[in-house]
């Protein structure tokens, strides 16, 4: 029973010794991490991707990928590297004020560079603190000391982003002292102080000295500013010099606006007697117009009796010798018809017009004749009727007179 026993415990001994072995042997690397080892026999690994490690009872220092700084104005409700509220900066004139914002800085991908950063620093909050922090703090007051409070405050917010931006990244501009001479808002006396300035190179682009970020291979992937906090007293007197440049802006803007009006209204002086001048013109030019028009409709009109007069005496003088032509035509047709006439009675004797003149004489003689009684409807006695003979004799009696007054020959002549 004892020999079971102490098999049993020497069983347990070996299990628990393999696996205090496992256990101090490996260790496991978490996403969105990179663990540095530093084996017994001083020996430095990086695992960069998640998973298991081979620790063999070395040390181990833990780095985020990702370092955040939140310098903006509420704590962060996430874990981040750095938070706190605010970074103080102190201005070109002097005066103070905090920058409020956030940034993300990506440690390096390589190993040799993260030894380097490692064998630096030591630790994450190594790299957070003495590293990124100092630097951010140290980007934004250069940046704060290139311009005054006001300038900050009113025409150069998005400059100071971008200067901050690039010192923090890049490096340090490299500057220069700079006599700038300006007025004293106090005592109104001229004041030169050397400011500094940022150095530029042939290029143009702002020369920057040695960057630590860059040195260490660490990246800016995520910058901004997103408010900014002055003290009472600069914004009192951004305040009192607002006013007073909205006083002499409003000054300038009421005498330019008075000029402005003395000119518009000599200017509307001039249009409007060019207005009345032109108007007149219009007139003028509309009565020469009409004028024009109504000397030419009557030319047109005068044009127009006078061709009609000429049409007139035209038809006249047609008329005249189409009158002298029929005048001429009817004596002629009438000395034509004459001529033929005397021709024809000339050449029967005038023998139709006779026959015509005996055709209507005997033609009433025997209309009278006709409506005589010439037989007695009553006779009285034994007495010979007589009225035929009488009449037959009558009508000889006229026939030869007619004949002679006609000198009608009523014979037929013998052929020759």
């Not at 009158?323 to 004596?331: G, L």
């Not at 009675?345 to 055709?359: N, P, R, S, V």
């Not at 009225?387 to 004949?403: C, P």
């Amino acid at each position: 029973m004892i020999q079971t026993s102490s098999k049993k415990i020497m069983v347990g001994i070996v299990l628990i010794g393999l696996l205090a072995i496992v256990f101090m042997g490996f260790g496991i690397n978490n996403a969105g991490h990179r663990t540095v080892v530093q084996y017994p026999t001083g020996t430095l690994y990086v695992k960069f991707t998640p998973g298991i490690y081979p620790k063999w009872f070395g040390t181990i220092e833990v780095y985020n990928d990702v370092i955040t700084f939140d310098f903006d104005k509420t704590a962060s409700d996430v874990d981040s590297s750095i938070d706190q509220i605010g970074i103080s900066v102190r201005y070109q004139d002097g005066g103070t004020g905090k920058v409020y914002g956030k940034a993300r800085f990506t440690l390096p991908s390589d190993e040799v560079t993260m030894l380097h950063l490692h064998k630096a620093f030591r630790s994450n909050r190594g790299v957070s603190q003495k590293l990124i922090k100092s630097v951010t703090e140290e980007g934004m007051n250069l940046t704060a000391g290139l311009m005054s409070s006001e300038e900050a405050y009113a025409e150069k917010r998005s400059i100071f982003t971008q200067w901050s931006s690039q010192q923090i990244a890049k490096g340090k501009f490299q500057t220069r002292l700079e006599k700038i001479t300006s007025v004293d808002e106090g005592t109104g006396k001229k004041v030169t102080k050397n400011v500094p300035v940022i150095s530029y190179g042939k290029d143009g682009l702002p020369i920057h000295l040695a960057s630590d970020l860059t040195d260490y291979g660490i990246d800016v992937n995520g910058y901004q500013i997103t408010d900014w906090d002055f003290e009472p007293k600069t914004l009192q007197q951004i305040a009192t010099k607002r006013e007073a440049t909205m006083a002499i802006i409003t000054a300038i803007a009421n005498a330019e606006r008075a000029k402005q009006d003395a000119i518009t209204s000599e200017e509307q002086g001039k249009a409007n007697v060019m207005t009345a001048k032109y108007e007149k013109e219009v007139v003028k030019e509309k009565a020469i117009v009409d004028a024009k028009m109504e000397k030419e409709v009557a030319v047109i009109k005068a044009q127009k009796l006078v061709e009609v007069a000429r049409q007139q005496r035209l038809e006249a003088e047609q008329k005249k010798l189409a009158a002298k032509e029929y005048k001429q035509e009817q004596i002629l047709r009438g000395e034509g018809d004459g001529a033929y006439k005397r021709i024809v009675m000339q050449a029967d004797g005038a023998l139709a017009q006779k026959l015509a003149t005996y055709e209507r004489v005997m033609s009433r003689f025997a209309a009278a004749i006709e409506k005589q009684k010439w037989v007695p409807e009553v006779q009285m006695g034994a007495s010979e009727a007589s009225g035929g003979s009488s009449a037959m004799t009558l009508i000889e009696m006229m026939s030869v007179k007619a004949a002679k007054d006609l000198a009608l020959d009523l014979k037929v002549k013998k052929q020759k």
